[in-house]
Every structure is written in C-alpha cells, then in structure tokens.
C-alpha cells in the first residue's frame, strides 16, 4: 500500500472491522497448519524504528492495522481442521493480546516456536528490542503425520522491509508438517503449496 497519510489511515481505522478489511474465509476448506502475521493495532501510534533499523516506520505507514478486538470477531475455527495448528508472529508489545487472540480462535496456547533474532535492534522503552516471536497453539493434537523433528528455534536473519518475516520459518513448518494443508493469514503475496488469504494479494 506504499507510505500511506497517516492521519487518513487512523481515521479509517476507527470505523473499519476486520470483517470490513478482509475478503471471507475459504470456509469450504479445512487446514491442519495455520500461518498469520495479524496487522496488530498501535492505538494509533507508530512503532519504534530506528532511521538505521531498515524499517521505514511503523504499521500504520504500510497498511490498516486492526483491534484485537475485531481480529478475535474472525471465524477461524470455520476454516480449522480438527487437529490443528497457528503459528502466530506476535511483537513483544502484544504478546498478552497474541495469546487472548489464539485462545479466542479456540486454539490452547502451545509455546514459542521460533524467535527471530534481528541483526539491528529498535530502541524500546525498557531494553532495545532486537527479536520477535512466532507462537503456537493447539487445537485438538498435534497434526499427523509428522516430518522433521530438528527444526531450530532460533532464526538469524537480519530484517528487510516492514513486516517481511524470514522464509525460514515458513520452510520450517513446512518441513515440520510436509502433507498437512496449510493456510496464511494477512498474507501479502501468494506462496506455492500454500493457500493465501488477506488484503493485499
């Protein structure tokens, strides 16, 4: 969506649900592993970003950011499989509302599955922040059958544009999880061998 005015996003903002943003689900299909990046809401203010930290600004700079709230109003579990998983990325500002927002979807919470490590950290108002994790949860057991058992948590990567998560986290869930259907939430481009769902495909 490019630089967008700042004041004329809040604005929209405040009258605008999740259900308003988004296209609807793909509620015919049933996914085992679920992928989302939701576009948390700052209540209006910017995230830190260092003008060296590679990061042009805050979300609201790039697109409509929601209500948790609103986010949790999405009928997930229309799209689950019985057994199922969310990987969730959640910035650390947010991780209470991260774990409210997947027991909302009707998900447990799991553990963290992957931490990204940025090679430059933002300023913070306690320490500088410099990692952003990725939850799970869990609906009914872990998706059978299973791959690969030595997935690293740890993922060194530096960051690149605003919100662009590593593809290593993608490519280790896929090989976690190779026969299971997987879907992405808030995608922002289309990925084979995944269905991809959001507004800005």
């Known amino acids: 969506m490019g630089n967008l005015n700042i ?24 996914f085992g592993i679920i992928y989302a990046d939701p576009p948390w809401d700052y209540k ?5 970003a260092g003008k060296d930290s590679g990061d042009s600004g805050g979300a609201l700079r790039h697109y409509p950011t929601v209500k948790t709230k609103d986010l949790m109003a999405l009928p997930i579990q229309t799209i689950t499989a019985e057994d199922c998983l969310l990987f969730m990325w959640a910035t650390s500002p947010h ?3 991260a774990i409210d927002l997947g027991k909302a979807w009707g998900f447990d919470w ?60 993608r490519k280790g869930i896929e090989d976690m999880f190779p026969d299971q259907k997987k879907i992405e939430l808030f995608a922002r481009k289309k990925t084979k061998g995944w269905r991809c769902w959001g507004n800005e495909l």
């Open 44 to 48: 209006g203010q910017l995230q830190h």
């Open 110 to 169: 799991a553990t963290v599955a992957f931490v990204w490590h940025k090679s430059k950290p933002n300023p913070g108002f306690y320490t500088m922040s410099e990692n952003e994790l990725c939850l799970v949860f869990k609906m009914g057991k872990i998706p059978n059958p299973r791959g690969a058992r030595n997935i690293r948590q740890t993922i060194n990567e530096p960051r690149s544009i605003h919100s662009r998560k590593p593809e290593a986290v």
């Open 7 to 30: 004041k004329t996003i809040e604005k929209t903002i405040k009258t605008q649900k999740a259900y308003d943003l988004f296209p609807p689900l793909p509620s015919r299909s049933k």
């Open 95 to 97: 991780l209470d509302q």
